[in-house]
T-cell receptor, first 112, second 114 residues
């Protein structure tokens, strides 16, 4: 089955860049997503990338996809304390329906 | 004007009981989902319904039975609750049944089985 893995924890200083990494095993992944979960809340979609792209930028967020290595990263520029949350990467396969497989989540702690 | 709402937010119950969690979305979406998030924050899909029809049914015990009375509602009924059912359950919805459609998540229901 599909497997999506992330490191569990990342700590950065306010104003620095954060890079959250994700690896996946499903070579038929078509869409890859980054979700943010704030404490006590549901998940919010931050951004997504289609598998034929290698980079997508959206304001402070940059997504890099290395399809050959099955590696996805999320870079947050000028990290703020409000960015502290758990970040999940996720993927869907090409099976024609939206079964999303989530990663294990990375807890980002921003130190003022 | 909450998009995806769940009730209750917290549920504490004893082993062996039967309980239900309700989910409603007012976005006019066609597809709804239930996810389970365990204590390690691992999030796994349980069920997906599209236009009231079951589409995804992951390896979930028969004690869990989703019910979709209409497109806007997907309720989760759990029979004979076990300690291992303790988790946060998230409902979500998306416009269509396509891969790139954003899923909107509810706030979660924290279930504690004692």
């Amino acid at each position: 089955g599909e497997d999506v893995e992330q490191s569990l924890f990342l700590s950065v200083r306010e104003g620095d860049s954060s890079v959250i990494n994700c690896t996946y095993t499903d070579s038929s992944s078509t869409y890859l997503y980054w979700y943010k979960q704030e404490p006590g809340a549901g998940l919010q979609l931050l951004t997504y990338i289609f598998s034929n792209m290698d980079m997508k930028q959206d304001q402070r967020l940059t997504v890099l996809l290395n399809k050959k290595d099955k590696h996805l990263s999320l870079r947050i520029a000028d990290t703020q304390t409000g960015d502290s949350a758990i970040y999940f990467c996720a993927e869907t396969d090409s099976g024609g329906y939206q079964k999303v497989t989530f990663g294990t989540g990375t807890k980002l702690q921003v130190i003022p | 004007d909450t998009a995806v709402s769940q009730t209750p937010k917290y549920l504490v119950t004893q082993m062996g009981n039967d309980k239900s969690i309700k989910c409603e979305q007012n976005l006019g979406h066609d597809t709804m989902y239930w996810y389970k998030q365990d204590s390690k924050k691992f999030l796994k899909i349980m069920f997906s319904y599209n236009n009231k029809e079951l589409i995804i049914n992951e390896t979930v015990p028969n004690r869990f039975s989703p019910k979709s009375p209409d497109k806007a509602h997907l309720n989760l009924h759990i029979n004979s609750l076990e300690l291992g059912d303790s988790a946060v359950y998230f409902c979500a919805s998306s416009q269509e049944y396509s891969q790139k459609d954003e899923q909107y998540f509810g706030p979660g229901t924290r279930l504690t089985v004692t």
